[in-house]
């Protein structure tokens, strides 16, 4: 039997430096320096290989400065609850298959569990560049049914969860930097997490003691996790353990949601349901482990972990987190379930608290640079291919640039792509939809008028807070 179990990209707690594959991108966990931006003057072509004219210079760089955390006055940034629009699953060769066959369902597990069994047959896809083809894939498959097909917001982002917590969370990260490629076609802002092949190397390459410690989180969902409801204990494998870990094997979850003004539809992966699968995300539940909690510099740095598992369930919609409490040998202790919308107010007050109004405004006013920064070369020929990077520096803030063909070149990576779009999606799903006047980007009134001669479709809950009060 085989353990379909991911740790989330932006989520891993100080023992778990795993990345995801597929149904999110890994995890660039580096420092990054600020990277030196040319001039149009220093770079002969143009982000879509085109020489630089005097009508048509690369715009210069565009930096959105660091927030300030210790700001009591952050604003309510209204964000919408997710509405799952799709599911899919990775089979044990990490196929796509547009069903929930990968699917898991909770169970307690086992106080006393040993994480270190099963380890020398840990089946590990390795990482690999954080592409969005899982993600588009489905979309592209929601479209196919006409009843289904208006669930897809017509401009806004598309992206990993993974990636959005990134974002979200960036105010309070002091460490790991980030770069983002991002494409604007019709309207819709694409992300993926640029990694290079120098990079990705670094991450297949684990110490021995951060691959065992990494195959902990792994070791935790297969005795959290079984097949059916209730499970039937195996002969020969310690008590409650639900089947050797293979990491190509993933079932994932694809919502919409909005923040602020901004629609997005996010996909990740979903470690398991309670109970049963309803269709929605309110039966989710997130796996996670960490170390036990000794003192009160512990209890400090969990707490801080919390900011990311908060948002990594708030984003997908998860209303349930359990954590396993591990010794350094990788022994469960303790294991303590978090009610997501509940995690703000355990933390809320004490030192060195995180606030997550301060995130979300960020996020918002990160998504806004952002389309307005790509927007400004929208009336290009060939807008639509040009490949933008977004760069994170902790304490300093994100720049935004217009990559040149060299760089572009390398996100291509000598795949078939435009940009870092497969070239199939480019086909069925963006040269399909007709150019707006002026090839300026699809708007809200363009997308309304779109969805009036669609299929009538369940309305989306509102934007509000509500079942998800901060």
């Not at 047959?121 to 990482?127: A, L, N, V």
């Not at 460490?175 to 991002?182: H, P, T």
């Not at 572009?408 to 963006?430: A, C, H, K, T």
Request: aromatic share 8%; net charge neutral; charged share 25%.
């Amino acid at each position: 039997m085989s353990t379909s179990k991911r740790k989330l990209s932006g989520t891993l707690t100080d023992e778990e430096r795993a990345s995801d594959h597929s149904g999110e991108p890994p995890t660039d966990s580096r420092p990054l320096k600020t990277p030196r931006h040319q001039s149009p003057a220093e770079d002969p072509t143009t982000g879509d290989g085109s020489a630089p004219s005097r009508s048509n210079p690369r715009p210069p760089p565009h930096t959105l400065s660091y927030p300030d955390v210790k700001q009591h006055n952050a604003r309510q940034t209204p964000f919408q609850l997710p509405t799952q629009i799709a599911s899919y699953s990775h089979d044990e060769h990490h196929a796509q298959r547009f069903d929930n066959s990968a699917m898991r369902y909770y169970v307690d597990p086992p106080l006393g569990a040993r994480l270190d069994y099963g380890y020398d047959r840990w089946i590990r896809k390795p990482d690999e560049r954080g592409r969005l083809d899982g993600l588009l894939n489905a979309i592209r498959e929601v479209k196919k049914d006409a009843t289904k097909a208006g669930a897809v917001p017509d401009n806004g982002v598309v992206s990993w969860r993974g990636i959005m917590t990134k974002i979200l969370t960036a105010p309070y990260e002091e460490r790991d930097g980030w770069d983002l490629n991002i494409m604007c076609v019709n309207g819709t802002l694409y992300f993926e997490e640029h990694l290079t092949d120098r990079r990705l190397q670094e991450k297949n390459d684990m110490a021995p003691r951060q691959r065992q410690q990494t195959y902990y989180g792994y070791a935790f969902e297969s005795y959290c996790t079984s097949d059916a409801p209730t499970r039937q204990q195996q002969p020969g494998v310690p008590s409650g353990w639900g089947g050797d870990v293979n990491t190509n094997v993933q079932w994932c979850s694809v919502v919409r949601t909005k923040l602020g003004d901004t629609r997005i539809v996010i996909g990740g992966e979903v470690d398991c349901v309670r109970g049963r699968y309803t269709g929605r995300t309110d039966t989710f539940v997130e796996l996670k482990t960490s170390m036990a909690i000794r003192g009160q510099n512990d209890e400090a740095r969990f707490e801080k972990k919390l900011l990311k598992f908060y948002f990594q369930s708030f984003l997908l919609g998860v209303p349930e987190i359990v954590v396993g409490f591990r010794t350094p040998s990788g022994v469960i202790t303790t294991t303590q379930t978090f009610k997501t919308i509940e995690i703000p107010r355990q933390v809320r007050g004490k030192a060195g608290a995180w606030n997550p109004l301060i995130c979300l405004e960020w996020g918002d006013k990160f998504l806004k640079t952002v389309k307005d920064v790509v927007q400004t070369a929208a009336d290009s020929a060939n807008a639509s291919r040009n490949v933008w990077r977004a760069t994170f520096v902790p304490g300093t803030g994100v720049t935004v640039r217009l990559l040149d063909q060299t760089e572009v070149d390398e996100v291509v990576n000598m795949e078939d792509r435009i940009g870092f779009l497969p070239r199939s999606y480019w086909s069925s799903e963006v040269q399909a939809q007709p150019a707006q006047p002026g090839g300026r980007p699809v708007t809200d009134s363009d997308s309304d008028a779109r969805r009036a001669q669609r299929p009538p479709e369940t309305a989306p809950p509102p934007a509000t807070h509500r079942g998800w009060q901060i």
